[in-house]
């Protein structure tokens, strides 16, 4: 697939056998009849972008590490300049958008489009296409969080056998530290001290985490300091033990 | 006489075609001796107002005063005390919205606005009313944009005194119709119900009397009527002005000031806090002298109505076009005109028309509710001032059908 910059050339080359406006507003104008449409369905409100002139819908998809961007507009000019601006952004990575500029709108005279003044929403679209980028390359980052989510998964499969509760919804588990090379690191009470099940508990929970994939290791240490109290219990807790 | 000349602007190319300028609704152009006397101020009495005994002082405070007497007659207020010096007509509605209901608007009460009100004569009542836990009623407009005075009074009667104030424009910025105000103060005074006036648009296509029309207040800007922007009037009859609590405090608005109690100025310097924008304010004057010898002529008048008629006419003629705003006597129309095409989105009928030379406005033209009301989010409006011509007109025509060709 082309880079960005690539496809900015392109779209620059193209745009300079148009000698006058009115050839570049034609070219736009079918550009913005020939844009496939957002899903309807992706019309909603918290897709909306409104400006004074007209609205933007933009709705955003990840898929194996690439965003893929669908946009709408009820004016078929400021539509053009998003389809131009999909042909570059579509199918990229986060990084790749978050680097990139529009200069090259600028490039082929469409450049009072994205004024901040012009109220078309343009400007707020773009900056969406970058939140969205942001907020997918936070979430690739911060990747031992999945892990750390599907150990939370694991524990709440674990049951102190006098309790119908999970551990983790009990408020036994106090801490979870998952590293990026799969070491995991568990701190967990028990409802009371000297509990004679206590080594069975331990057992159940550090054999749960070790199944997880990407975990290679599992440090438990059982604490009783601070003392468990029922505040630490979830709301679903609460309610399965028959306390709200 | 010769309109064009006196406005310096209408000389300007756009993308290398002369400048239509049909968006004179939103800001007219000015003419030379605005400019004139602007410069003139700025260079030899830029002295504070009313503060000073120095030359320049007093030089400034004889223009800016000159200025509100030319406000005065031009709308035929009784005295000076009754023509406050705003930034505009915004700011005008928000002091009598803010001072007005501050003093006479209770929990239950309710203000009456028409549907056809721009969001500066909405917004700042819906604020009030927050403030003073009151509500706001709406009077409809009808299919063809017009108020109906009967309604009103239906309104009235039914209301059982909790409406304290209707505020009304005198005419839409989107409709163009005139609407029938001084009949609307009647029917309210029969109630005992002050009305404002919105008359953003009412000032530079009718002829305002006040006292004739008899509303309690009237509201306008600067910059509508030839004068610069940052300058507006808010007219109020004796009463209110003086029942109405100060609005802003400081600067010149004091009569004497203590720590224990302060006593205010005398009309109309009680509103005016802080230094006022005066060379705008002394703009007033040529700018109204213009004003009125372009309403008095009759050649340019006839030539603004045949303008409103051949546009009404031949924008009738394109297909999927729709207007609103018909009242049923045409001759209530101004030559404003608000329009949609099907198939053709009016912000790119606007960014086309530009790139001809031609400047419309889009857009909401701050009246959601209104537009709401006929279904729209979004118009194009052409407005027109005696300096345009009909020639123009043509261009404008035969460019909007090539826009709708590109776009359809
Ligand atoms: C009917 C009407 N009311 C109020 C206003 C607000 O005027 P200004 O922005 O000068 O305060 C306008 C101008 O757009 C108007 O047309």
């Known amino acids: ?244 | 006489m010769e309109a064009r000349s006196i406005f310096p602007a209408l000389d300007r190319q756009i993308y290398g075609k002369p400048l239509i300028y049909f968006d004179n609704a939103a800001t007219a152009q000015r003419p030379q001796a605005v400019l004139d006397l602007q410069q003139r101020l700025c260079v030899e009495a830029c002295g504070n107002i009313h503060r000073a005994i120095h030359r320049l002082s007093a030089e400034a405070t004889d223009a800016y005063e000159a200025g509100r007497e030319a406000v005065r007659r031009f709308i035929n207020a009784p005295a000076r005390e009754n023509v406050v010096f705003t930034s505009g007509t915004t700011a005008s509605i928000n002091l009598v919205a803010t001072c007005f209901c501050e003093r006479f608007l209770g929990a239950g009460d309710r203000i009456l606005v028409s549907e056809a009100e721009h969001h500066s004569n909405l917004v700042p009542w819906q604020l009030a009313c927050g403030r003073q836990g009151a509500s706001l009623e709406v009077l409809p407009v009808d299919e063809a944009g017009e108020l109906s005075v009967e309604e009103l009074d239906r309104r009235l009667a039914a209301a059982e005194g909790r409406i304290k104030l209707v505020a009304v424009t005198h005419i839409s910025n989107v409709l163009g119709i005139v609407n029938p105000v001084r009949e609307l103060v009647a029917v309210a005074h029969r109630y005992g119900v002050p009305v404002l006036v919105d008359g953003a648009q009412g000032i530079i296509h009718e002829t305002v009397d006040v006292q004739a029309l008899d509303c309690d207040f009237y509201a306008f800007s600067g910059h509508k009527v030839y004068a610069p922007t940052g300058i507006g009037v808010l007219y109020g009859k004796t009463r209110w002005l003086d029942e109405m609590p100060p609005f802003m405090g400081g600067g010149e608005m004091i009569d004497t000031v203590s720590f224990e109690k302060t006593t205010y100025a005398p009309l109309p310097l009680k509103y005016e806090a802080g230094t006022q924008n005066f060379v705008a304010a002394a703009c007033f004057a040529p700018a109204l002298e213009t004003a009125r010898a372009l309403m008095d002529d009759p050649v340019l008048q006839e030539n603004l109505l045949a303008m409103r008629d051949f546009l009404l006419a031949e924008l009738g003629r394109i297909e999927g076009m729709r207007i609103y705003g018909c009242p049923r006597d045409p001759q209530r129309k101004i030559p404003l005109i608000s329009f949609t095409v099907a198939g053709a989105f009016p912000a790119d009928l606007a960014q086309i028309l530009d790139k001809m030379g031609i400047a419309v406005r889009s857009g909401h033209v701050c009246a959601e509710p209104l537009l709401r009301r006929f279904g729209q989010t979004s118009v194009v409006r052409a407005s027109l001032a005696p300096y345009n011509t009909l020639a123009e007109c043509e261009s404008f025509v035969a460019a909007l059908r090539r826009a709708v060709n590109m776009l359809r």
Request: proline content about 4%; charged content about 25%; hydrophobic content about 45%.
């Open chain 1, 1 to 244: 697939m082309k880079t960005i910059q690539e496809i900015q050339a392109d779209i620059v080359e193209e745009f300079s056998v148009f000698s006058d406006w009115m050839d570049k507003y034609e070219y736009l104008i079918e550009l913005g009849k020939g844009m496939p449409l957002i899903d309807e369905k992706d019309k909603t409100e918290a897709n909306l972008i409104r400006g004074c002139q007209s609205r933007v819908w933009l709705s955003c998809r990840a898929e194996d590490g690439r965003l893929h961007f669908a946009a709408d507009s009820d004016a078929i000019i400021t539509k053009g300049i998003i389809s131009l601006l999909l042909k570059v952004y579509d199918g990229q990575t986060p990084a790749d958008i978050l680097a990139a500029d529009e200069a090259f709108i600028g490039e082929i005279g469409l450049k009072e489009n994205l004024s901040p003044t012009r109220a078309n929403g343009l400007v707020s679209m773009i900056a969406a296409i970058k939140a969205y980028a942001a907020a997918f390359q936070a979430g690739t980052e911060e990747k031992p969080r999945d892990l750390e989510a599907d150990v939370v998964a694991a524990l709440r499969m674990v049951y102190d056998p006098e309790i119908p509760v999970n551990v983790y919804d009990m408020g036994l588990i106090y801490d979870i530290q998952a590293d990026a090379d799969g070491q995991v690191f568990i701190r967990m009470t028990l409802t009371a001290p000297n509990c004679p099940i206590a080594d069975d508990v331990v057992a159940q929970v550090r054999e749960a985490v070790s199944d997880v994939p990407g975990v290679k290791d599992v440090q438990v240490e059982l604490v009783f300091e601070p003392e468990w109290t029922t505040d630490r219990m979830s709301e679903e807790a609460k309610l399965e033990l028959g306390m709200l």
